[in-house]
Every structure is written in C-alpha cells, then in structure tokens.
C-alpha cells in the first residue's frame, strides 16, 4: 500500500462521512445499551459502506473509459453534491432512523452515501487500481474507528447536539472543497 495515500485517504472519507458519524450515534443510541443491536448496527454500517465502494470502484473503472483531460471534470459532481446537500440542509429537518437492524443500518449507510459515491469515483479514477486499494483498506478502518466514535457519541448527548447542530453547514462546505480540489489539481496536472 502506497502511505503517503493514508493521510489523503483518511481525511477523505473523514470529510465524506462526517454527516454519517450522526447518523450512527442515533443507531447506537437506540441500541440502548444491548451488545447485540450494537453489533447490528455496526455490521449494517460495514455492508452499507462496502456497497458504496463497490459502486464507487465500478464507476471508477468505467470513468476510465473517459480521456484524461476531461477527468478533472468529474470535480463538478461533489460540488453539485455540495450545492445539494447545502440546498437541502437548508430546506428540510434531519429524519431520525427509526431502528437499529442491520439491512436497515446497511440501507441508510447506502442512501446517505451519494455524496460518497460521487467524491470516491472521480479520486477512484485518478489513483489507479493501487490507489482504489490503499483508499478501500483506510475506509475500512475508518469505518472501524467510526463505530467506536459514533457509539461513544450516543453515551454523550452534549457531543450529539453539537454535530446534529452543525453537521449540516460543515457537509457542504467539505464537499465543495473537494470538488475544487479536483478540479484545480486534474487542471494542472495535465
């Protein structure tokens, strides 16, 4: 594995998945407590999110197929995604998840992995075959540590408040970073 991937990678998915640490903090706090709705939840998580990367790993093989100059392009789907989230963020009120089972777990990991799946598919396409690899193996690990946070957030309802509160305002702004950052690298580096 490529380590100077580990840094980029970790903040990725950190920047990608900070909406979701949210939403697993409710999981884990509606498992109250019980081992076994707990270990639902994280194996929920884990299919949920191996669904996003096999999603993100297909598109990528097939942006491939796109000549090299028009990849930094792919930098405009997490901006609108940023837009979107923002938009949305602005309109609606975060929806509880109403249950701690693991395909339920796994589907609202899936459906609240757009803005994954759009920002791991143009990176996924510009690293290589290696650096989907290096990228897959920190998420994994992230998905790890993020069970850990996101139960040990459910224990503490002030530190739930608080990313509930802004959780919202920092997606967009992340997504859009990301975006940009796509776009200005791809523009440069060919």
Known sequence: ???????????MFTATNIDD??????????????????????IGQYLGFGAILVVSVVGALGA????????PYLGLLPIALGIRAAWTAYRSDDDEP?????????AVTFANGGDNIGVYVPVFATTGVGGMIGYT????????????????????PAVAAV????GHVIL?????GIGLTILITGAFSH
């Open 137 to 156: 193996v920190v998420f994994l690990a992230g998905v790890a540590l993020w069970c850990v946070i996101g139960w040990y957030l459910a224990c503490r």
């Open 64 to 71: 491939g197929l796109l000549p090299a100059p028009a990849l």
């Open 163 to 166: 990313l509930s509160r802004w």
């Open 21 to 42: 640490l949210l939403v697993l903090a409710l999981f884990f706090g509606q498992a109250s407590g019980d081992r076994t709705a707990a270990l639902r939840v994280a």
């Open 1 to 11: 594995m490529d380590w100077e991937l580990v840094g980029p990678a970790a903040g």
């Open 98 to 106: 109403a249950t701690t089972g693991t395909l339920q777990v796994a």
């Open 172 to 176: 967009p702004v992340v997504l859009i």
